[in-house]
């Protein structure tokens, strides 16, 4: 999505209220079909899209008749994705906490497997699926201790970090499972990050994979599937320049360093890399207000509908989409919202803002939407796609 495409949208944008998601579904199609251009090469690679970073339904359906399977971690994610077509077969399910109801809830539909994150789990597992006669797949996540260049809230592989089972665990984890008769031990799990640009980072994650591996090929133990989690970044900075991540060095740099077995199946549960560059957040400008040494930009979205700057200190590119041609001003893009925190943008450069100016926050597709929140008992952003429009 160019800037020069949303500009033309803006009349059509001006004829609903702000602020709402906007996804150009015409990029989200390119995006598919750069990752696919890759995996398809390979037998035995499988992308389970990770629903935590969009999960609006629209988005969702298309993700699924690209043929993508999908990464839950919660209960509610789970049902989401089965009310917009993905099989239960093509789902896998994570994360550190879940409720008893979240597994039964997996084991009825039958997804494919669950990603398995401490001993504890496992037994609840093993305990329900037999109370349900049923046979759990499961996967252990096994944390890689890898670090990840990447912001310390969303780095996930490091050995302090509350995710996964320790390496010098894996082993015995798994014999235990392998000793319980409702359960069926069907691969491994790791995910080191996300927003990670440096392909060195998944270098690494592959090189503790293929330590592992030979550790478990020595105790006789075989692995069916390797998960290798997401984490592939996108440019915040420069969205129009960078509208596709890199998917060629991302998907090549587990080419010439993972060494699966013959017939082993690799799955990538990418989120931000699918959905980041399709979304946008259009709001309006409210108010130019001059303070003693700032202008503000006062809009009406805020901390609610977008949290990830106020969140993470994220960078999103924001743009004038009503005034494109008087010569920029530096304006701090601000919020409605009662906390100082609710603030996109500090010395942003764009032309003349006046109020009722439609101005666009790039990258927002991948935990945007889904983070919004009701603080200020605000309403939950609108969304719209380009077909939206068209109708
Ligand atoms: N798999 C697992 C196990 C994960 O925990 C995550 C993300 C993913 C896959 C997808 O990662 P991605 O490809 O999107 O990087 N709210 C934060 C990001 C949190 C990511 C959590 N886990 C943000 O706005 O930057």
Not at 160 to 179: P, Y
Not at 275 to 285: A, E, F, M, P, Y
Not at 293 to 313: C, E, S, W
Not at 345 to 364: F, H, N, Q, V, Y
Request: glycine share 8%.
């Amino acid at each position: 999505m160019t800037k020069g495409l949303l500009q033309d949208m803006r009349e059509r944008f001006e004829q609903v209220q702000t602020p709402f998601y906007y996804y150009d579904t015409q990029l989200l199609a390119e995006t598919f079909a750069a990752i696919r251009c890759e995996t398809d090469k390979h037998e035995g690679w499988h992308m389970h899209y990770a629903v935590k970073a969009c999960a609006n339904p629209k988005v969702l359906q298309k993700i699924q008749q690209a043929g993508f399977g999908a990464d839950c971690v919660s209960g509610g994610e789970i049902r989401t994705c089965l009310e917009n077509g993905f099989p239960a077969g093509e789902i896998v399910f994570a994360g550190v906490g879940k409720a008893d109801w979240e597994i039964e809830l997996a084991l009825e539909v039958g997804i494919q497997y669950f990603n398995v994150e401490s001993l504890p789990e496992l037994e609840v597992i093993a305990e329900i699926a037999e109370r349900m006669g049923k046979v759990a797949d499961v996967s252990f996540r096994i944390n890689p201790d890898v670090g990840a260049h990447t912001h310390a809230h969303i780095t996930t592989g490091r050995a302090e970090n509350k995710f996964g089972i320790a390496r010098e665990e894996m082993v015995r984890v798994i014999r235990t499972s392998q000793l319980m008769p409702s359960v069926r031990f069907v691969g491994l799990h790791f995910h080191i990050g996300s927003q990670i640009l440096q392909m060195d980072d998944f270098e690494a994650l592959c090189l503790r994979i293929n330590g592992l591996q030979e550790q478990l090929e020595a105790e006789g133990i075989a692995v069916k599937n390797i998960n290798v989690g997401g984490g592939l970044g996108i440019d915040y900075e420069n969205p129009d320049q960078h509208p596709l991540p890199d998917f060629k060095a991302y998907f090549d740099t587990y080419v010439r360093h993972l060494k699966l077995r013959p017939g082993q199946h690799l799955h990538f549960e990418l989120g931000r890399a699918v959905v980041g560059q399709c979304g946008s957040l259009i709001t309006r400008c409210l108010y130019v207000k001059k303070a003693a040494t700032k202008q503000f930009v006062i809009v009406d979205a805020g901390m609610t509908d977008l949290i990830r700057p106020a969140l993470y200190g994220a960078h999103h590119h924001i743009e004038n989409l009503s005034n494109s041609t008087s010569s920029n001003r530096k304006y701090d893009v601000v919020g409605p919202i009662c906390e100082s925190s609710d603030t996109f943008a500090k010395d942003c450069l764009l032309p003349e803002t006046k109020r009722g100016d439609l101005l666009a926050i790039r990258s927002a597709g991948a935990y945007g939407e889904i983070m919004a929140s009701r603080y200020n008992c605000r309403e939950l952003p609108k969304a719209y796609t380009m077909e939206d429009f068209q109708s």
